[in-house]
């Protein structure tokens, strides 16, 4: 099992499934309770709101749009942060701004080209190989 640092208490534990270790676990769950009651209140709310209103650290309620738990917040654009480099992000989904979108996606057609390419010398040369060894067999 992966080794993970608790979120919370920053203690390494098993990491299964959730980001929070057992002894954790039932805090973040009654944060999670708390979170999802007045999203079911309240609509349109920012994260800093409902974290107000529900008494947790807002950085609990970023960590649960992160991790999908909670999905009806209007983070508005500071929350939507590029992960490369800080710029706003093209959605809270994807996580990247449309410069580093477009890099990322260069290198993975590189990448690709670069397989594909190696996959097709590797074939021709054992063909070549094939045919050369057939020609001396009939030649003997």
Do not use: W
Not at 33 to 39: E, G, M, S, Y
Not at 85 to 104: T, V
């Amino acid at each position: 099992m992966p080794l993970a640092s608790c979120v919370r208490c920053k203690k390494m534990f098993n990491k299964i499934e959730s980001r929070v270790c057992p002894s954790c676990q039932p805090a973040e769950n009654s944060d999670f309770d708390k979170i999802h009651k007045v999203l079911g209140e309240n609509d349109n709310l920012s994260a800093e709101q409902v974290a107000e209103i529900a008494e947790v650290d807002v950085t609990v309620v970023r960590r649960m749009v992160d991790d999908g738990l909670v999905a009806q917040l209007s983070l508005g654009d500071a929350s939507a942060a590029c992960g490369q480099c800080g710029a706003p992000a093209i959605s809270l989904s994807k996580k990247l701004c449309q410069a580093c979108l477009d890099k990322l996606n260069a290198q993975v057609s590189k990448a690709q080209s670069q397989i594909k390419l190696s996959q097709k010398k590797a074939t021709q040369i054992g063909e070549y190989g094939t045919a050369r060894k057939a020609f001396e067999d009939k030649r003997k």
